[in-house]
């Protein structure tokens, strides 16, 4: 019992050694890897810092008589699988077992064949680790415990197998066996712990960033909603900057800088030309430029002094073509991360996303506009000469009238020729349909009544310009103007729960699913509301055949006034 | 003087063009209504020379109204109307003229000028345009019958009767009209049948025939129908 505790002690105590080493290179990030495992040049820095543990393994192992070393070399040769894979497992634990040959001794063969075993058992676990669970999973401190507990007892049959020249390997086995396998179990299971909380600390990292990247987003997106506009860069390079917490940041389009904030921003000035080769070449191939500052370095072309060294350049593309690019720059002494870097990508990515979405609306807000002036074009010549013709009539028996009737047309064209993109009030879109509706009340003086009932309250409601007018116009064209007897016009705006009802109505029935220009007027009303308050909102129509035609426009109540 | 009718549903342009008209002078206008439903009995009452008609009026187009007309009565036609879209249509419909408003005095004065010229003329073939509704007046309402609906039309002291299922309607168009534009079929010289709502034709003694409807109402065949009747019934059943 003595013995075991001494040797127990022993060996834990020289693995704390490389316990401590390890923990403090998981933090370097020169043995960083992706979830997929080391690749390269890493695989091969990989293989020597484990081939260097696990050979430490063997010398600060505790001599036993006949050549006997007690050891940990089984936690270096098992490690390196699980973090590199059966191959890294394979090369590590034959190049320590190569060495436990060349120390000798009567166990070498069994303790080289042992090394060489559990470093492919470690990288089977990954392998199946990587089967059953996903990329980058490592296994926890329970199943490597377990598998170094196994594959030990399997290096003692080795030791009483393969011992022909020891006297007595089942004694060895005996002495060594219980703290040798404690000992691996345990430096195993915190070395998996010790990774695991590194993986962790790499997602939450990671997590932040992505936080990070959507907070940006969302701060530009009011900024870039009319696009990439050189007015609102430098607000939106000053937030990248708060939010990344980079040392300058710089916004560019395809030939010019046209922001930049952080340092060296008395030397890089915005407006300015484009000098650095790295971002001619985002521009050029679409692909993110990475100067890391350490086997790149930022050379800055315009001072020496510029206090910046890396850079990473993101393209910002627009149907696949490059617009412009972010720059994230960082000071000497101060290297991004590749949590960092990856940041970068993602608010390129973003960003062009709001970008393209701006284009999008910019383009539908034409389109709609292009439309409605078509629209309008159609219907007014119709409109216009009847009118005139009624002037022209009433002229003759009441000049007053017909100056009125002019002021009217005079003030319905006025209206008809705003921009039709802009908002209207309630009130300006009554006075619209208001002018309208005089004149047609003169034209059919015998067979039209209009009944107009509004909440006073709603007239500062905002709606899209030429909202009611096509609405009205069009209860004129297809209903009142196809009965034969007298036709009676409603107009009512009132409020419901949550929302305004705005019911233009007339007592024809004759509306049909318009398929023409009509009914093009009614979609792009419908549309433009949409647009504005969202798609749960907008037109309906309700026709009782012979006795009513409703068009109901629903609008959100807007918020009381405080 | 030239006898007119005026038809526009505004009463301002109505009232507009006949002022016009007075001042220009040599033209009685002898009737002015608002609608092709009234207008239909004014023509026909007054048998003016010259019918001034608005192209957009309601239910029925200006166009619509002189396919109603009777084409031994009909008059010289100038369209009058707001915008100059239908200008083509118009003269495909062989429209004497056609005016655009609001009216200019000079161009009406050529207009009448061109009437009087050759007013004892004819007026020409009217292009056949389909009649698809017939305006029917009620004691209270004028209703548009779908000639689809109809079974048959009958003529009499009267007036015309337009048959349908659901009962009989009054119409100011003739016999004339609805046998070459509405494409229903002469059986007898007071009737008119729709092939597509014939059930079985009862052949009876030398006097002629009778034609069972689907809904069960009959209609006489006269004898010197009877023949093309058979031909238009078989050659409809020999296509299904």
Known sequence: MGLFLSLLYSLVGAMSAFMALFYVLSRARILEAGPEGPRGPTLVLYWIFFAGITITGSYLGIQLPDGVIANT?????????????????????????????WLGGTTAVAGALATVMEGVVGGLVRWWLERTEGAGRLPGWRLGAGVTIATELVHMGFVVLFSPANPDPLRVAEVIGPPMIMANAMGVALFALVMRDRQRDREQVQADSSARALRTARRTLGLLARGYDAARLPEVARIIKEETGAGAVCLTDASQVLAFEGLGADHHRAPGPIVSHYTRRAIETGEVVFADGRTEHYNCPISRDCPLDSVLIAPLSLDGVVIGTVQ??????????????????????????????????????????????????QVNPHFLFNALNTVAAVLRVDPERARGLLLHLAAFFRKNLKRPAALATLREELEHVGAYLEIEKARFADRLTVETEVDPTLLDLKLPAFTLQPLVENAFKHGLSRTLGPGTARIRVRRGPGEVLIEIEDDAGAYLEPANADGLGMRLVDKRIKNLVGPGWGLAVACVPGELTRVTVRVPLPEAPA | MIRAVVVDDEALARDELVALLREVGGVEVVASCANAVEALPAVRKERPDVLFLDVQMPAISGFELLAMLDPDTLPRVVFVTAHDEF??????????DYLLKPVERARLARTLERLGHNGGGSPGALAARAITRIPCLGPRSIRLVDVAEVESVRSS????????????HFTELTLRVLEERAGLFRCHKQHLVNVDRVAEILLGDEEGAAIRTRSGGTVPVSRRFLSALKERLGLSWAKP
């Open chain 2, 87 to 96: 200008a083509v249509k118009a003269f495909e419909q062989n429209a004497s």
């Open chain 1, 328 to 377: 994230v720059f960082e000071p000497r002494h101060h290297r991004f991360s590749s949590v960092n870097r990856s940041l970068g990508e993602g608010l390129a990515s973003l960003l062009s996303a709001q970008l393209l979405a701006a284009r999008y609306q910019e383009a539908k807000g034409l389109l709609t506009e292009q439309e409605l002036k078509l629209v309008q074009a």
């Open chain 2, 157 to 168: 002291e009267a007036g015309v009767y337009v048959v349908t299922p659901a009962g009989e």
């Open chain 1, 73 to 101: 070399r089984a936690v270096g040769a098992m490690v390196s699988g699980f973090v590199g894979g059966p191959w890294l497992g394979l090369a590590v634990g034959a190049t320590a077992g190569a060495h436990r040959l």
